[in-house]
């Protein structure tokens, strides 16, 4: 079976691994570099450059640890920390690129275009050639959406891209934005010590989120300077030399000296020839998929952002591990994401897994919500970040986790638990039972399920009484 990958992000090379392993003759073609933009431009990079955040977000904690500065407080040198950005996305390309070359699969680099069903031209510096295929895999991702109303010159506005080609701090930065990139990268600069406007087009930041979950991240960000600014619909964003106006539909405006445009990615499908096959895109431009991955073209799958969804570099590669079995017919059952969690790199961290409160309300489910602070656990205690709280959604009846979410120091590992416990479809009494280490965050999720069992026996008990 010869099996041909275009792209080699997550989705693209969790996919060849796959094949690979299964004994298909695959062939990947990547037009940037291996890793794609998840490692090269996105997840990777903006990961490190929230690593410094986190080490100035303990900096402000330093003193009440007991640690004295002598020269004041350190200061972020921009262009080193993103050239070690750029370190650590190269490092980790190269260690995708030494996976590959331990195995059979040949990568090709250049633009892949389908040219007709069953076979693609590859383009790069030395010409064109054609690769014929019986499989095809497209998993070429996505890019941040410039809106029309934006002109992004990359001196004055930019994407999150461009970050890491900035040479210097921007004295006051508008975030144009607040879902998780707005956030993470608001996070960021106001780490650096930049005064930074956080303009978001709902009543909240993250407004994915729950309500009550994004308020403490609201508070962490006003309580270290940020300007947020909601229902700000943002209409229109010029620059000239002296810096730039943002103004929303409601006629409000807004003056910096860039512009930070974090308003989502789109599906790229720019120039792949999908109209040589029957493939279909939706109204965003991904590219329309089953549960199997499988396109409406015949022998076609789509995967990762180029498919839409979860826009995860964690569900990209499930989706491009799952493809690679259907199409080698090693599978066939359908590929559920359900519980994969998902983390906001703020200070605190957000974490969701399976369902929310809020999604849970949006469609009238009825569930039992429970609320725990985060504020004594020992462990925040001794990080000194003690703003947060665990949040278990669980089917009323039963008892079953069904998801919730975790705002508070190092949520993005605690979730993997929950995450697991939703994925199992596990009664709250089992994680009320786990044992956990003392001290540790996972602690706190021990202590949530244990008022969830709580809750459930007073009501069981009253339910009796007044029987
Ligand atoms: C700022 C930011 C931060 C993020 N942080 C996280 C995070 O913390 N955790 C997380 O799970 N996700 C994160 N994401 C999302 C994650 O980066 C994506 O979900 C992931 O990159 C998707 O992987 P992919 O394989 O679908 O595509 P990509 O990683 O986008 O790779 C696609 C590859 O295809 C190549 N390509 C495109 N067209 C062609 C063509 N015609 N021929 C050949 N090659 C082609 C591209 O060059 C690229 O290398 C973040 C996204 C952004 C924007």
Redesign the pocket.
Known sequence: MRLVI???????YAAAFAACALGADVVV?????LG?????W??IP??TLLHTASVMAAVDRAEQLGIQFEHGRPRVDLLRTVAHARYVATHQSRGIRDRLEATTVRVVN????IVEAGKIAVSSEHGEVELGYDRLIV????A?WEPPFASVDRVRVFT?RDVLTMRELPEHLLVVGAGP?GC?YAEFFLSCGVRVTLLSAREQVLPGEDRDVAEIVEESFLGRGAELQFRARVESVDADDTGVRVTTADGRSFAGSCALICMG?RP?T???GLDALAAETDERGAIRVDDNLCTTAAGVYA????AGGM??????AMQ?RHAALHALGATDGVLDLHFVP??I?TQPEVASTGLTAGAAALVGRRVDVTKHSLHANPRSVISGSTQGMIKLVTEPESGVLLGGSIVGYRASETITALALAVKAGLDVDVLADAGTVTPAMSESLQRAAEKAVTTRLARAASGLRSA
Do not use: I, Q, Y
């Open positions: 275009l792209g080699a992000g997550p989705a693209g073609v990547e037009d940037r570099g794609g933009n998840c490692t090269l996105d997840a903006s990961k250049g633009h892949g275009r998993a070429t991702g996505a941040p999150p990139t993470e990615m790229d720019a120039d792949l995967v990762g952002d180029v826009m995860l570099a964690s569900t990209a491009g998902w983390t790199f």
